[in-house]
């Protein structure tokens, strides 16, 4: 069965600092995996996806995550960290029984600091 | 501009009252989904629409229904809520995209408590 792990409830990042948020997947088909954003009082929002094409896949807000098969990972990271990147963010993949209903990992809350 | 429009925003009942929470969309999407978020926890699908067929999720207690009277209006009954279902309730929507995995389009949310 497809599952996702995110490492790390909460991660906590001064502004302008590196932001790495893990993710591994569990997956029995050729991986399709996305990361959502959740900020507050708000929906989720898609970040970015990967699709079988670029190992490197390139997001909004300066956000990118790179594919490893090897790791069964596909990290999320930022260079440099926003006082408005606070959130909640999201790994997720999709249930096999169906192409668009997804698991989402526990989610991971990012915290900035001055 | 398009979106996924969720109310209420927070929406209290008691326990045992039923309750129906709503979702509309502008975006003419085929797939309508709702899923549950617990505090702290990842969202849960409970149950979609894919056009007017429903596909409820195994583990979907009883409880628990969907309603879909056109392709742009979905709701959520809860029967008899129980202090359990108290949660972040969100719908989505997608395109039917034949194998390819399309986003999801998220609406705010409706915050439920059970007194």
């Known amino acids: 069965a497809q599952s996702v792990t995110q490492l790390g409830s909460h991660v906590s990042v001064s502004e302008g600092a590196l932001v790495l948020l893990r993710c591994n997947y569990s997956?029995?088909?050729?991986?399709?995996l996305f990361w959502y954003v959740q900020y507050p009082n708000q929906g989720l929002q898609l970040l970015l996806k990967?699709?079988?094409?670029?190992?490197l896949v390139k997001g909004i807000n300066g956000f990118e995550a790179e594919f490893k098969k090897s790791e069964t990972s596909f990290h999320l990271t930022k260079p440099s960290a926003h006082m408005s990147d606070a959130a909640e963010y999201f790994c997720a993949v999709p249930l096999a029984s169906g192409y668009n209903k997804l698991i989402f990992g526990a989610g991971t809350r990012l915290a900035v600091h001055p | 501009d398009a979106m996924v429009i969720q109310n209420p925003r927070y929406q209290v009942t008691q326990f045992g009252k039923p309750v129906t929470l709503s979702c509309s969309q502008t975006l003419n999407h085929n797939v309508m989904y709702w899923y549950q978020q617990k505090s702290s926890q990842a969202p849960k699908l409970l149950f979609h629409y894919y056009d007017k067929d429903f596909n409820n999720e195994a583990d979907t207690p009883d409880n628990f229904q969907s309603r879909r009277p056109n392709t742009s209006f979905c709701f959520l009954d809860i029967r008899s809520p129980g202090l359990g279902d108290a949660a972040m309730y969100l719908c989505?929507?997608?395109?039917?995209?034949?194998?390819?995995?399309?986003?999801?389009?998220f609406g705010s949310g409706t915050q439920l408590s059970v007194l």
């Open positions: 989505a929507t997608s395109r039917d995209s034949e194998g390819l995995f399309e986003k999801l389009f």
């Open positions: 997956s029995s088909v050729p991986p399709y």
């Open positions: 990967y699709t079988s094409a670029a190992t």
